[in-house]
């Protein structure tokens, strides 16, 4: 069992960056794949990236590759999302996932899910 709150969204200008994190509370956080997630009005749930429990594997849609970067620290139960470069396509809400079984790309595969945090970029 795990909850988790996101924090760190705000509004930035087009090629800038902001750090989403992801905080968790319950028992064996090391023990979950994490994930983000993203969804604009009116759109589907689109994954972002994802890490394995130790954090030596990570995964990023092709859209983020290169400006994003997913990291953990387990012992201070946080997942991070550091976002550069940012595009006005990249505005949305943006979703903290746990997963207690193994790694997916697909929200249904996530059965933890943080409240979500705005991120808007302007152009």
């Known amino acids: 069992q795990v909850q988790l709150v996101e924090s760190g969204g705000g509004l930035v200008q087009a090629g800038g960056s902001l750090r989403l994190s992801c905080a968790a509370s319950?028992?064996?956080?090391?023990?979950?794949?994490m994930g983000w997630f993203r969804q604009s009005p009116g759109k589907e749930r689109e994954f972002v990236a994802a890490?394995?429990?130790?954090?030596?594997?990570?995964y990023y849609v092709d859209s983020v590759k290169g400006r994003f970067t997913i990291s953990r620290d387990n012992a201070k139960n946080t997942v991070y999302l550091q976002m550069n470069s940012l595009k006005p396509e990249d505005t949305a809400v943006y979703y903290c996932?746990?997963?207690?079984?193994?790694?997916?790309?697909?929200?249904?595969?996530?059965?933890?899910w943080g409240q979500g945090t705005q991120v808007t970029v302007s152009s």
């Open positions: 996932a746990a997963s207690s079984s193994y790694y997916s790309t697909r929200p249904v595969e996530y059965a933890h």
């Open positions: 319950g028992r064996a956080f090391s023990g979950y794949f």
């Open positions: 890490i394995a429990r130790s954090g030596s594997s990570t």
